[in-house]
């Protein structure tokens, strides 16, 4: 199982035989070259609550943006924009969380704004009155580019 992979990959546990280690990392690799690895990625960040599985899954979707087409990404913008819209608002994220989101919009931007995505930063400036979290995810991104 996915989750069960990502608990390998990131346990300290000496008990983990280097053999299993191999596998779960070779099963995560597996996942990163499927073609629909940023809706798998998304889903599960959206549906699990283990810290690990979030943190693999954001960290995995900036490297998929230059293999998706243009209606992938369009794709992946809007469920990020929902996801901020809807939860980030509601539910208190942890930091590496936060980062990761603020990394993977970064990456959007880079990829189709302005040209694809003109209201990129428009669309993020309309959720800062969803409160702090909006405003914390919003310095966030612009912290990136520094």
């Known amino acids: ?7 390998v990959v990131f346990s ?5 035989t280097q053999a299993v280690r191999e596998q779960a990392t070779a099963y995560c690799d597996s996942i990163r070259r499927r073609p629909d690895c940023f ?13 690990e599985v979030k ?3 954001l960290q995995a979707l900036p490297a998929t943006l230059p293999s998706l087409p243009p209606e992938g990404r369009a794709e ?10 809807d939860v980030a608002p ?5 930091v590496v969380v936060r980062n990761k989101v603020a990394l993977v919009y970064v990456g959007l931007l880079g990829w189709d704004y302005p040209a694809h995505w003109p209201s990129g930063w428009t669309d993020l400036i309309a959720l800062l009155e969803k409160g702090p979290a909006l405003v914390d995810l919003f310095l966030r991104i612009l912290a990136t580019f520094d």
């Open 39 to 51: 809706r798998f990625c998304w889903e599960q960040f959206s549906q699990r609550d283990s810290l």
């Open 76 to 85: 992946l913008r809007a469920r990020v924009l929902e996801w901020l819209r």
């Open 55 to 57: 943190f693999w899954c």
């Open 90 to 94: 509601q539910k208190q994220q942890e």
């Open 12 to 16: 300290q546990d000496p008990s983990i």
């Open 1 to 7: 199982d996915f989750e069960q992979a990502i608990r």
